[in-house]
T-cell receptor, first 111, second 113 residues
């Protein structure tokens, strides 16, 4: 039974570009959350998707957007990249409010 | 507003000794509390959670944590540390009615052989 799968593992983008990160949830999970983990810090909540809609959003600008597909997979899009967007982006899936499973993350470097 | 404090950035312990990683929290209502571990260049691995019931929670790899409502604490413990326990540990809380986890800043545990 596969856990949470994220792609790509690493990528490098130039300031001002746009990026799309992908997440496949654990089998049986219907909710996907995205977190940003800057170097040396704890993960910070970006947003959560359920039934293909954004259910809750953290304190992130509109440059961060997402989508959830009918098969529960999800994408995180970041527009107009800034150097400060460099971080590990973590996807977590869940079924209900207490069983969060995290992927290994996508390391984004903005140069 | 919810918050989590991990007062120690770094904890060093000798192999075979007991270890404690501290966590205190502040939420409205009853908290859901979690501990995760992160190894270098990896995502978060679930260790244990407290939702309700017995204040002593047992989790993966021999870890346990004690929920103390009066002290608003949820310290992570292990009776005998292993070198392989060396990693970054995160405490997280989910507030009643919220959908997200709020994480502490992490504690780096180093187990010395």
């Amino acid at each position: 039974d596969a856990g949470v799968t994220q792609s790509p593992t690493h990528l490098i983008k130039t300031r001002g570009q746009q990026v799309t990160l992908r997440c496949s949830p654990k089998s049986g999970h219907d909710t996907v959350s995205w977190y940003q983990q800057a170097l040396g810090q704890g993960p910070q909540f970006i947003f959560q998707y359920y039934e293909e809609e954004e259910r809750q959003r953290g304190n992130f600008p509109d440059r961060f957007s997402g989508h959830q597909f009918p098969n529960y997979s999800s994408e995180l899009n970041v527009n107009a990249l800034l150097l400060g967007d460099s971080a590990l982006y973590l996807c977590a899936s869940s079924l209900g409010p207490t069983g969060y499973t995290f992927g290994s993350g996508t390391r984004l470097t903005v140069v | 507003a919810q918050s989590v404090a991990q007062p120690e950035d770094q904890v060093n312990v000798a192999e075979g000794n007991p270890l404690t990683v501290k966590c205190t929290y502040s939420v409205s209502g009853n908290p859901y509390l979690f501990w995760y571990v992160q190894y270098p260049n990896r995502g978060l691995q679930f260790l244990l959670k407290y939702i309700t019931g017995d204040n002593l929670v047992k989790g993966s790899y021999g870890f346990e944590a004690e929920f103390n409502k009066s002290q608003t604490s949820f310290h992570l413990k292990k009776p005998s540390a292993l070198v392989s326990d060396s990693a970054l540990y995160f405490c997280a809380v989910r507030e009643t009615g919220a959908n997200n986890l709020f994480f502490g800043t992490g504690t780096r545990l180093t187990v010395i052989p």
